[in-house]
Antibody, heavy 121, light 109 residues
Framework: EVQLVQSGAEVKKPGESLKISCQGS????????IGWVRQMPGKGLEWMGI????????RYSPSFQGQVTMSADKSITTAYLQWSSLKASDTAIYYC??????????????WGQGTLVTVSS | SSELTQDPAVSVALGQTVRITCQGD??????ASWYQQKPGQAPVLVIS???TRPSGIPDRFSGSISGNTASLTITGAQAEDEADYYC????????????FGGGTKLTVL
């Protein structure tokens, strides 16, 4: 069974750093893109970026380039999303999901349960 | 970059057919995938590719595309179909980037 299990909710202050995780199991972690999706309170889904754990290739949405860093540890089949200095506007639910993309289109096949990040002074 | 436009809200009577649309230039080159999200839950893939339903998705869900418009059709809407629906497609800038539509809230009356 394919599973993506995300780390628990976080409450942080502006300016603090944070790294959240997404552990995959039941599939070939190294050979599939993992993506991150943001959902701000009461808002829609936003495509943030993807990482290919096999060679740590990353692609970011222009909206998130330079704002977050994606990484992966193949040895523990875990992907990460991190911030060096959080802002209140980073308050959101962050989902990881397995991402498929080819010449015909793309899709997020399997999703994690989401990690709620709250940034407040 | 690309943009995908969805109607913010659509309603359908129980048992009737509803079409949720997604418009954007990238859809002339790429198929859309569709996601259902119920309150407090993670999104779920309901349609991908030409018209592929993942295991467990009822066959009342179907997808199509014409020109720059992708559609998700629910034939015989059920009360449990009330949810937010999002389309996703490739960004025309390449590099496997994707972009979501703004989402459509479906109400089943």
């Amino acid at each position: 069974e394919v599973q993506l299990v995300q780390s628990g909710a976080e409450v942080k202050k502006p300016g603090e750093s944070l790294k959240i995780s997404c552990q995959g199991s039941g599939y070939n972690f190294n050979s599939n893109w993992i993506g991150w999706v943001r959902q701000m309170p009461g808002k829609g889904l936003e495509w943030m970026g993807i990482i290919f754990p096999g060679h740590s290739d990353t692609r970011y949405s222009p909206s998130f380039q330079g704002q977050v860093t994606m990484s992966a540890d193949k040895s523990i089949t875990t992907a990460y999303l991190q911030w060096s200095s959080l802002k209140a506007s980073d308050t959101a639910i962050y989902y990881c999901a397995i991402y498929f993309s080819d010449s015909s289109g793309c899709a997020f096949d399997y999703w994690g349960q989401g990690t709620l990040v709250t940034v407040s002074s | 970059s690309s943009e995908l436009t969805q109607d913010p809200a659509v309603s359908v009577a129980l048992g009737q057919t509803v079409r949720i649309t997604c418009q954007g230039d990238s859809l002339r080159s790429f198929f859309a995938s569709w996601y259902q999200q119920k309150p407090g839950q993670a999104p779920v893939l309901v349609i991908s590719g030409t018209n592929t339903r993942p295991s467990g998705i009822p066959d009342r869900f179907s997808g199509s595309i014409s020109g720059n418009t992708a559609s998700l059709t629910i034939t015989g809407a059920q009360a449990e179909d009330e949810a937010d629906y999002y389309c996703l497609s490739r960004d025309t800038s390449g590099n496997h980037r994707g972009v979501f539509g703004g989402g459509t809230k479906l109400t089943v009356l």
